[in-house]
């Protein structure tokens, strides 16, 4: 299979330059100016069209057996959805549950997966620890391309990984060369408001956002951040919603510490006012943790993306239908948790980031695909237009109008967070792997046609941390004393 895309221009993280982009067998295989048609299968004209690395969602959940319910979004549905919306590639989670051995869990999802149509990876998460923890993890690292594990701070008596559990995973993680990520929030706290607002008679969905205010998520990403300091590992910590969070992670920066921070595009758009909604339905299905906050967070979300403290947008696409979040009618603890997002996060910068100048197109396919790309070890494969790079490409028309409905969405589920918002700027065309996959409104491709992608451990932060720590053998990472400064702590 070849594809030519014509006359349009290249925008990657570093550069923007006018060229055309040839693909054969699944890679990019000549990238200049002025190529010609002749025996090309396929040739897209992309005069007065942006061509970007197709996007990386980094944070999703497909058919997540969660709450008592499993996510409404399957594999296929949902992938076909994110090639609807210019990703080409999405890492999702492998969830064992207490005691389950990761490996079993890992092949469930991996069987789950096979039916996706684009590329796609996991993540796996410790949500509890023995010996076979351990080994399973020196297992995923090295025979099945895994390099991040996910730990649950939230969530107490479900999946929840306690500080004991994150003493044992990081420094495993770090052994083998993988990242830990967190969803940072403080489980007990959580679980002790939402008794509370029970007791006072709270159970609308208004009680969400009250039983996880922000210092609930700030007080754990400080933690978490300082026990990666101590043990001396990276840390990756997914869909930071709060001003805590936000500075937690800037002070961490600011004293070289490895810290990632990823946002979500729902919590960039979304205020706390919606769980105040008298439609019941309508405050239920925004109900997801961290919950949406008041306006001051999202401009502080913006500004960390600006300013180089977060570097991933994700969408933790984690779908339920009305019915489903129904379950938490009398109870909102009971409301499974979960929005959609990976149909419209790209559009939804683009329209908010780089239209309203808060972004450059460059800086947009950073935040969307290559940061996700170098972080997660799948640069230059991924998340870069470049010669020998995997074709994955979105062709993206800025002129684009459309108004964001859950009727006319390809997501699987029967609401949309974005509902009547209206953006400048989408995919004409997406390619992945080479093969033209959504055109014009339709998605070309059949289930299963996306594959697994390995990450390989070690990405070079990775060893420079390794060379780091050997040089403070506290596994402190003091700032060198210099004549004259105080030493910091
Ligand atoms: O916490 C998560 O990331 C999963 C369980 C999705 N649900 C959510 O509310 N974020
Ligand atoms: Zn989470
Ligand atoms: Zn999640």
């Avoid at 409905?405 to 065309?429: C, I, L």
């Avoid at 299963?448 to 990405?459: I, K, Q, T």
Wanted: a negative charge; one cysteine or more; hydrophobic letters at 40%.
């Amino acid at each position: 299979m070849s594809l030519l895309i014509k006359n349009g221009t290249v925008v990657n993280a570093d550069r923007s330059f006018v060229a055309d982009v040839l693909c054969a067998d699944g890679k990019i295989v000549a990238l200049e100016p002025g190529l010609s048609a002749g025996g090309v299968e396929i040739v897209i004209d992309a005069r007065g069209k942006l061509v970007m690395p197709g996007g990386i969602d980094p944070h999703t959940h497909m058919q997540l057996p969660f709450m008592g319910t499993v996510a409404s979004e399957d594999f296929y549905s949902g992938t076909a959805a994110a090639l609807a919306g210019g990703t080409t590639m999405i890492i999702d989670f492998v969830i064992p549950g207490p005691g389950e051995r990761l490996l079993d869990a890992y092949h469930k999802w991996r069987q789950w997966a096979e039916k996706s149509c684009c590329d796609y990876s996991f993540h796996v998460a410790i949500t509890w620890w023995d010996e076979s923890v351990y080994d399973d993890m020196g297992t995923l690292v090295r025979d099945w391309g895994v390099n991040s594990f996910k730990h649950f701070m939230a969530y107490k008596g479900a999946i929840m990984a306690d500080d004991g559990v994150l003493t044992q995973s990081f420094p495993r993680a770090l052994e083998l060369g993988a990242l830990p990520t967190v969803h940072a929030e403080n489980g007990e706290l959580v679980d002790y408001l939402q008794k509370l607002l029970r007791k006072k008679g709270i159970a609308g969905p208004e009680g969400h956002p009250q039983s996880r205010p922000p210092k609930v998520e700030g007080e754990a990403a400080q933690r978490v951040i300082h026990i990666a300091a101590i043990l001396g590992v990276p840390l990756y910590l997914v869909h930071n919603s709060a001003i805590e969070s936000v500075d937690a992670i800037a002070a961490a920066r600011r004293q070289g510490q490895r810290v990632f921070g990823e946002c979500l595009t729902q919590h960039l758009l979304i205020d706390e006012s919606v769980y105040y909604d008298k439609d019941w339905n309508r405050a239920a299905a925004h109900v997801m943790s961290p919950p949406f906050r008041p306006r001051p967070h999202q401009e502080a979300l913006w500004d960390a993306l600006a300013g180089g403290v977060l570097q991933t947008t994700a969408t933790d696409h984690c779908c339920f239908c009305g019915e489903q979040k129904a379950m938490g009618r009398e109870d909102f603890a009971k409301i499974p948790n979960g929005t959609a997002g990976v149909e419209d996060r790209m559009a939804v910068l683009w329209h908010h980031g780089v239209n309203m100048g808060r972004m450059t197109a460059n800086d947009f396919v950073a935040l969307t695909s290559s940061n996700a790309a170098r972080i997660f070890n799948l640069y230059p494969r991924k998340g870069v237009v470049q010669m020998g790079a995997d074709a994955d490409l979105v062709v993206w028309d800025p002129a684009l109008l459309r108004t964001i409905r859950a009727e006319t969405q390809h997501q699987r589920v029967d609401f949309n967070v974005f509902e009547g918002m209206e953006v400048t700027g989408g995919p004409s065309h997406t390619i992945s792997r080479g093969h033209l996959v959504y055109a014009d409104g339709k998605v070309l491709v059949a289930a299963g046609a996306g594959s697994y992608v390995n990450r390989p451990a070690f990405p070079p932060y990775m060893e420079a941390q390794r060379r780091q720590n050997e040089q403070y053998p506290l596994r402190f990472v003091p700032r060198p004393a210099v004549a004259g400064s105080e030493r910091r702590g």
